[in-house]
Nanobody, 111 residues
Framework: QVQFMESGGGLVQPGGSLRLSCVASESIRAIRAISWYRQAPGKQREFLAL???????NHASFVAGRFTISRDTFKNTVYLQMRNLKPEDTAVYYC?????WGQGTQVTVSS
């Protein structure tokens, strides 16, 4: 079973940027699609973006223009570039593929 490891989270000021990484334990070419989600305290986990094996991408409307998903098949890694971060972006960010979730990485946006 594939495993995922997220990284790149941390504390950032409003308006700042972060790039999250999701490294798979096997070739991501074998995974039909990989998605990013987030879960803020007291809220449900929500979909952010998806990339599939044809490099088709889909972003939730509320992050379109600020967040961008991409992948590097040589590094078996999917990225989430986040710009113009806001305090409401504070959450644990997860990647998911083939029904498997990573352990998450914390993003905190605060001055």
């Amino acid at each position: 079973q594939v495993q995922f490891m997220e990284s790149g989270g941390g504390l950032v000021q409003p308006g700042g940027s972060l790039r999250l990484s999701c490294v798979a334990s096997e070739s991501i070419r074998a995974i039909r699609a990989i998605s990013w989600y987030r879960q803020a305290p007291g809220k449900q986990r929500e979909f952010l973006a998806l990339i599939n094996n044809n490099d088709y991408t889909n972003h939730a409307s509320f992050v379109a223009g600020r967040f961008t998903i991409s992948r590097d098949t040589f590094k078996n890694t999917v990225y989430l570039q986040m710009r113009n971060l806001k305090p409401e972006d504070t959450a644990v960010y997860y990647c998911k593929g083939d029904g498997v979730w990573g352990q998450g990485t914390q993003v905190t946006v605060s001055s």
